[in-house]
């Protein structure tokens, strides 16, 4: 069976939008303001721009690097830059990433339903039934969230999430490409009506000044750190070997300290121009996004939208179906870095990984959309599969990343050499990256993440975890140590059997050539 072509981007354009695509995601549209006002808001901005330029985009040019020379997707090119322990690294990262796109897509099929929503019912008092609720007692989109994840119809929007997925990863790049062309700009089109919206509203500007004043104090707490090293490798798709993917696409004279910089900008432009929408449109109603980056997409926002005096409608479904595309384009950026792992490293066709990898895929978003109730009094998360979904997060997100950045760091910046990947970088650069870009690799991020991970783990055992949110269950139950171990089997385990059955390939392959040299 010869080896289907790779695919290639038509244009850098086409790059360009399909690695923004992936970066732009709930996690700016939502996240970040949620991050924002938990770490404290104006004192967020500071921690935030430092873990930018000393981690995330150092990281960006480490991914954009070796999947650009290789060209090869993320395990494979690992393999090639650091060996065997490279390539589980590799495997690692995209089992972690597939963890995230099974719950990711959850959540997509979750603005689905609220999408559908926005057309009427959303702006409703209702009576939560699965809960024994009345209409009223819940604020309106509290009701609407709670109904739509105690209901099975959530599978079906999981599946029609899936089935878009599948579809525009079905022709590579070439559907990717066509995609993101439509996508990318229709979200820019969308969060900019968004802004000068929410900048218009009376009072609008109240939320500008909170966002915008920095505070000293919040800064030497070390979780406010934590947060914006966290929200800058999940906002720029780092850890998951997206980057290196997408990038292994690309010609092979096109330049990644450049591509580094401008996929960096435009997605933290985005960010910041989506916080300053937020900000603006809770804080003229007085809402507090004192909340989960959750329930900030699902109740806060909603209740903000529904306080407009024209337009409620009309500005629920631009928000949602915003989100809608903002998350499909990160999506389809995991879904394409596992696939093309697999299709690279096993020689496979692209069609039938991309069948398996969607339904086994679906699978498990169906499971974190399992809508059985397992607290009524709704005191932690309610249903069994939003409770999963927040227990996985709490290791893949808050974990997962970083652990796959610094074992990227140390191998890439140890076993290849960061120097090696420097000078290749360099070749086709414009500008031209020194010492410093390898300290940053070898030592600097390492050491970061060291410090954080170990503060995370510490803070952990003492307080029932540093991201313990408001969804997660309060104490340390068996679920807790449950999904732990399943996250560590499927994971570090995953990722053993892959690259084992890698190697197993690859002796097959060297004695057939040994034994077909003998024959000849
Ligand atoms: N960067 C995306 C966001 O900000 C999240 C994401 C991470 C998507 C990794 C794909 C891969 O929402």
Known sequence: MGQEPRGVWKSKLGFILAASGSAIGLGNIVFFSANAYRFGAGAFYIPYLIALFVLGIPVMMLELGVGHHYRRAFPEAMYMAAGVKGEWVGWFGLLNAAVITM??????????????????????????????????????????????????????????????????VWWGTKSIERVVKVFVPLMWLFMIVLIVRGLTLENGSNGLYLLFTPDFEVMKNPQVWQGAFSQIFFT???GFGIMATYASY?????????NAFTISFLNCSFEFIA???????????????????????????????????????????????LLLTAGLTSSVSLVEALGSGVIDRFGLRRR????????????????????????????????????????????????????????ECVFVGWVLGADKLRKSINKTSRYQLNISFDIMIKYVIPIVILVILGYAINTEAS?????????????????????????????????????????QKRKKKASALVDGGAGN
């Open 236 to 238: 720029l798709s780092l």
């Open 103 to 168: 719950y990711y897509i959850t959540i997509l099929a979750w603005v689905l339903g609220t999408l559908i929503g926005a057309f009427g019912s959303l702006w409703q008092a209702s009576a939560v039934p699965a809960f024994g609720l009345e209409a009223g007692t819940l604020s309106n989109s509290m009701s609407y969230f709670f109904n739509m994840i105690s209901r099975y119809d959530t599978v079906f929007y999981v599946l029609i999430v899936w089935l878009l997925n599948g579809i525009v």
């Open 463 to 503: 307080d029932g975890g540093v991201y313990g949110h408001d969804f997660v269950m309060g104490e340390q139950s068996n679920m807790h140590i449950l999904v732990l171990v399943s996250w560590i089997i499927f994971t570090v385990g995953g990722a053993l059997i892959l690259t084992g059955i890698a190697a």
């Open 250 to 258: 690309l010609p092979k004279d096109s330049d990644q300290t450049s």
């Open 275 to 321: 916080g300053i929408a937020i900000f603006a449109l809770l804080f003229c109603f007085a809402i507090v996004p004192n909340a989960s980056t959750l329930s900030m997409t699902f109740f806060v926002i909603p209740e903000g939208l529904g306080a407009f005096p024209v337009g409620v409608k009309l500005f629920g479904i631009l928000f949602y179906t």
């Open 352 to 407: 039938p990984v991309v069948i398996i990898v969607c339904i086994l895929g679906a699978i498990g978003s169906v499971i974190f959309a399992l809508p059985k109730v397992i607290d009524p009094t709704l005191a932690n998360d309610g249903t069994l599969g939003l409770t999963l979904l927040d227990l996985f997060d709490h290791w893949a997100f808050s974990y997962g990343l970083l652990i796959c950045g610094f074992l």
